[in-house]
């Protein structure tokens, strides 16, 4: 049976010569496994360019339950990224964030708010003339939501340390080292908080970029099963720089 989707691309692996098979997000099926033949021919009815990370598709798909690699119809872009694929800061952001998402999305079923998050965010990061060199910071944040770990946004006076582990404030210290203190936790509610339209407000050095960065990572680590390493954040981070 035909089922009209939409998909995010996560992962492209080759196949044979001229096949691939491609890991998406789907708003449907949650995450699957497509074959897609013949994509790298001249006249390739979908062609690898199509298959990039975090590519955004409109796919008509054969669905079978419990069927491990599912089979394509159709598939184009939709909306046919205008900045992403050209612009090097842009382009190195997705390649970063398609690199997290693959390691933290596990769900095998849909889940839609979680997907037109994705959707919708790279989608405003495409279009955006302005992208903030703080786009990638937010965005993991705001995912964490979607996650079931979001960072808890309440805290008194008294709480001058944020748990990593927990996260949230606490009045005394962690007996463990996964921790910020309250200076360093504002800027990430601050992030989670703000809309990207409004990114381009917040000012944010370097080095306190980097180091956001790093704290995040240990977040996901600590809230997300089989994280493991991220290699692409020190390209990420030598771009910015």
Avoid: C
Avoid at 105 to 119: G, K
Avoid at 144 to 168: I, V
Avoid at 210 to 237: C, M, N, P
């Amino acid at each position: 049976m035909l089922h009209k989707i939409r998909g995010i691309v996560l992962k492209t692996t080759l196949y044979s010569e001229s096949s691939v098979i491609v890991q998406v997000f789907t708003d449907k099926f949650g995450i699957q496994s497509y074959l897609i033949n013949g994509v790298k021919k001249p006249k390739a009815k979908i062609p690898m360019n199509l298959l990039q990370p975090l590519h955004l598709l409109d796919m008509v798909v054969y669905h079978k339950i419990n069927t491990q690699i599912q089979r394509v119809a159709e598939a184009r872009p939709s909306p046919v990224f205008r900045s992403i694929p050209y612009h090097v800061i842009k382009n190195t952001i997705v390649q970063f964030l398609n690199e997290v998402l693959y390691k933290s999305i596990r769900q095998q079923n849909a889940d839609e708010n979680l997907f037109n998050f994705i959707y919708n965010a790279i989608s405003w990061f495409d279009e955006t003339d302005d992208p903030s060199v703080n786009f990638h910071l937010a965005f993991l944040l705001k995912l964490s939501r979607f996650l079931g770990f979001a960072p808890h946004s309440q805290t008194r006076n008294d709480q001058k340390y944020f748990d990593l582990q927990e996260g949230d404030f606490t009045s005394v210290m962690p007996i463990h080292p996964y921790f910020m203190d309250k200076i360093d936790a504002d800027w990430f509610l601050l992030l989670f908080n703000t809309p990207f339209e409004k990114l381009f407000e917040i000012k944010i050095d370097n080095i306190t970029r980097r180091f956001l960065l790093d704290k995040i990572l240990v977040y996901y680590t600590l809230h997300t099963a089989s994280f493991g390493q991220i290699k692409s954040h020190q390209v990420l981070e030598d771009i910015l720089s």
